[in-house]
């Protein structure tokens, strides 16, 4: 007859966790989240669903493409004056967004009592890597 191993209880596990580093409390703390997740699947609310919505959809790629040939562009042998104008009005966007994105990832970590670091490995979403 094959042993079977007993359910742990909640303080028991709490007792182990405790024994556990800072450094690895938060290695742990996401994929806690991720089986949290797993077991009771969120019901999000208006705001959380628009909020995750955003933080997916990332800048227009025509404007990230745009700025990346012109940086291209540049680094080749210069730019006129009105295309170095263009780099920095698409600079100027692509700081905002990553302002905006990052507003809109702390306000949904927050919503979710979560860190934003365990926020973004559950929902696995890379930051915006933009210039």
């Known amino acids: 007859m094959p042993a079977t191993l007993a359910k742990p209880n909640a303080r028991s596990v709490l007792n182990q966790l ?11 703390m996401p994929q806690i989240a991720a089986l949290r997740a797993k077991k009771h699947p969120l019901v999000m ?6 909020l995750k919505k955003k933080l997916e959809a990332g800048l227009p790629a025509g404007q990230w493409e745009e700025y990346r040939r012109l940086i291209e562009r540049r680094d080749a042998g210069g730019l006129t004056a009105q295309q170095q104008q263009r780099v920095e009005t698409l600079a100027d966007v692509l700081e905002q967004h ?16 979560m860190t934003l670091q365990g926020l973004m490995r559950s929902l696995n979403i890379q930051r915006p890597v933009h210039g």
């Open 98 to 113: 990553r302002a905006e994105w990052l507003g809109w990832a702390m306000e949904l970590a927050r919503l979710r009592r």
């Open 45 to 50: 609310s208006k705001r959380e669903a628009w």
């Open 18 to 28: 405790e024994a556990l580093s800072f450094a690895s409390l938060e290695k742990l």
